[in-house]
């Protein structure tokens, strides 16, 4: 089951933990699910939070009962696999890179403790993904700082964090410029799964079939997943990671995905290349 840990003060966690940060319900289960449930078959920790609530995401209803029904449909999705759920704690459209934003995101991943932490695009089709990316930067970085803002208070963590940010929407950045990752993850085995945690989000098939026009909602992340994978060149369905510049979060050379993950991870050699790193 699914356990909201918004209240609870635990700093250590038997199994390693990680930890997804996205910006609305249901980005997770489009870019990053699959990833979070290989883990979680392997034994780690795993913790889901969207920033904001997806007060947003309809055309027919009041604020108060889509934020409820999307709190409910995330929860519903952390159940099929055995995630934490962590509240979200602003509207759409308003995840800014405030003090007090990333005070209380600061203060979930020093209780969490992440050894992974997966995130958007730093640059992506959508503000609300950019900035959810750089808030979850930002909290990372300040885990240690004595005299950072934490909200609620939590003491400072000195553990080394590893952090990936995945393939932008649609795969391009904003200026349309096809983005390839530096390492690959497959989900073909759990696709199912991963197509599974998506139909709990029901009010959003709805709301994009409606405002953005997108038909087959489930169909849609699936064959997102397949692009990913024919990029990977090896997988049948994927998902894709670029690993952050290490400095201020762990050693140069940490990569607990690929470590996890074994041959189920494999990293693009050409994209490796070309940061210089080989």
Not at 4 to 15: F, G, I, L, S
């Amino acid at each position: 089951m699914a356990k909201n840990v918004q209240n609870k003060t635990e700093t250590a966690h038997a199994a390693a933990s990680a930890l997804a940060i996205g910006a609305h319900p249901d980005d997770i289960e489009f870019v990053m699910a699959g990833t979070l449930i290989l883990l979680k078959e392997l034994g780690w920790d795993i913790h889901y939070m969207t920033i904001a609530n997806g007060n947003c995401g309809t055309e027919t209803e009041e604020p108060e009962q889509i934020i409820a029904t999307r709190r409910q449909e995330s929860i519903d999705a952390c159940n099929l696999f055995g995630a934490h759920y962590h509240e979200s704690i602003t509207n759409d459209l308003e995840i800014f890179h405030t003090v007090e934003i990333v005070a209380k995101v600061t203060a979930v991943v020093r209780r969490v403790r992440p050894r992974i932490l997966l995130l958007h695009s730093p640059a992506d089709y959508m503000e609300d993904h950019m900035n959810a990316c750089r808030i979850g930067v930002t909290a990372a970085f300040a885990r240690g700082m004595r005299n950072a803002r934490c909200d609620p208070p939590v003491p400072p963590i000195s553990d080394d964090v590893t952090l990936y940010h995945c393939l932008p929407t649609g795969l391009k950045d904003p200026l349309r410029r096809r983005v390839r990752a530096g390492q690959y993850v497959d989900v073909t085995a759990v696709m199912k799964a991963k197509r599974e945690m998506l139909a709990c989000h029901r009010s959003q098939k709805e709301w994009l079939d409606a405002s953005q026009g997108i038909d087959a909602y489930l169909d849609t992340m699936e064959a997102l997943s397949r692009e990913m994978g024919e990029m990977s060149g090896v997988f049948e369905y994927a998902e894709g990671w670029r690993r952050h510049n290490h400095l201020g979060f762990s050693a140069a050379d940490q990569d607990p995905l690929s470590e996890a993950l074994g041959d189920r991870c494999v990293i693009d050699q050409q994209y490796e290349g070309s940061l210089g790193t080989l």
